[in-house]
């Protein structure tokens, strides 16, 4: 951690080191160090909110963001004393009328790195393909839940090359396509009404398949075949009517929940939940 070994030194060293700080930010010897050091200037980042907490790991919340215009004004004055952050956040109510924030600008978090980022309830359509780019290496968790996304670049995932978790859940995305991440372990994208499946071959670590809300009445063939650690996949609230041959079939042997609550099934074909499947699954629901 660089962070930690940095601030460790302060404290040894003290007064030598501090001006190489203070230069390097305002030039101003004089100035007093800001309290939320090494956060940007408060007043700077307003209404981003920028916070470290005892394991020198810091966060960024620009919840407060109401426009485009606000959160590229927010960056655009704001140094940046450390460039790596735990946590981007931001959490809209997606019923406030006051908040309209349309679009990321890729430009926006510079140079910026981030290993967890929710942004959920805005009126976002697109996402382009490099408005997270910076943070290839270090992104572990991208929730993007309840914002407004036609378009998201699923070519890219590939490139977050430790990505475990994605949420797009209650989004308007048409079509989820076979796109590729070796890193892939937990993915949830409930609450895409009509979405169209192709099929899982080139995430093969997901662990966790969340799907529910989604209106499929059919699932393709053999859609989980090839994922050998599945655990749970979750279709609840779905319009399925039956469960044909190889629905819901994996090669795991650590398949242990499968949710059909609240489809509209009537058959079961023999074979439905197949081979190491059957003989380890704890619990499979089928209320309706
Ligand atoms: C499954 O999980 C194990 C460890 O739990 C891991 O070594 C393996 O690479 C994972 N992926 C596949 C496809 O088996």
Same mark, same amino acid.
């Given at each position: ?5 940095? @601030?460790?030194?302060?404290?040894? #060293?003290?007064? @030598?080191?501090?001006p190489?700080?203070?230069? %390097? ?12 050091w ?8 307003y ?6 907490n005892?394991? *020198? ?18 960056? !655009? ?6 460039s &790596?952050?735990k ?7 997606? +019923?406030?009328?006051?908040?309209? $924030?349309?679009t990321?600008?890729? *430009?926006?978090?510079r ?10 309830g ?28 036609? !378009? ?18 209650? +989004? ?18 409930s609450? =895409? ?22 209106? &499929? ?8 075949? =090839? ?7 979750? $279709? ?6 039956? #469960?044909?041959? !190889? !629905?819901?079939? %994996?090669?795991?042997?650590? $398949? ?17 939940? &197949?081979? &190491? @499947?059957?003989s380890?699954t704890?619990?499979?629901? @089928?209320? %309706?």
């Open positions: 951690m660089v962070l930690k070994a940095v @601030v460790s030194v302060v404290v040894l #060293v003290g007064v @030598v080191v501090i190489a700080f203070t230069s %390097s930010n305002s030039g101003d010897l004089t100035r007093p160090q800001p309290r939320e090494p956060c940007p200037i408060e007043t700077d980042f209404p981003c909110v920028c916070t470290n005892e394991n *020198y790991e810091l966060s960024i919340d620009c919840s407060a963001v109401e426009t485009d215009q606000d959160l590229s004004d927010a960056f !655009y004055y704001a140094e940046f004393p450390f &790596h952050f946590e981007f956040k931001i959490e809209h109510d997606p +019923n406030d009328p006051k908040m309209t $924030l349309t990321l600008d890729p *430009y926006t978090f140079t910026l790195t981030f290993e967890r980022i929710t942004i959920s805005t009126k976002i359509e697109i996402i382009q393909d490099e408005d997270f780019s910076n943070s290839h290496d270090t992104l572990t968790y991208l929730n993007l839940a309840s914002n407004k996304i036609t !378009y998201f670049p699923f070519d890219s995932i590939q490139g977050y090359t430790n990505l475990q978790t994605l949420s797009l859940d209650d +989004n308007q995305i048409e079509v989820w396509p076979n796109f590729e991440s070796d890193s892939l372990e937990y993915l949830s994208f609450g =895409n009404e009509g979405i169209t499946l192709t099929d899982f071959t080139n995430t093969p670590n997901l662990r966790e398949i969340y799907m529910a809300r989604n209106k &499929h009445d059919t699932l393709p063939y053999q859609l989980f075949w =090839n994922l050998f650690n599945l655990t749970v996949v979750d $279709l609840q609230r779905n319009e399925m009517t039956f #469960v044909d041959e !190889y !629905y819901i079939a %994996s090669q795991s042997n650590a $398949l242990t929940t499968i949710n059909l609550d609240h489809n509209k099934i009537s058959v079961i074909r023999h074979d439905a939940f &197949h081979g &190491h @499947v059957c380890h704890e619990e499979i629901g @089928v209320w %309706s």
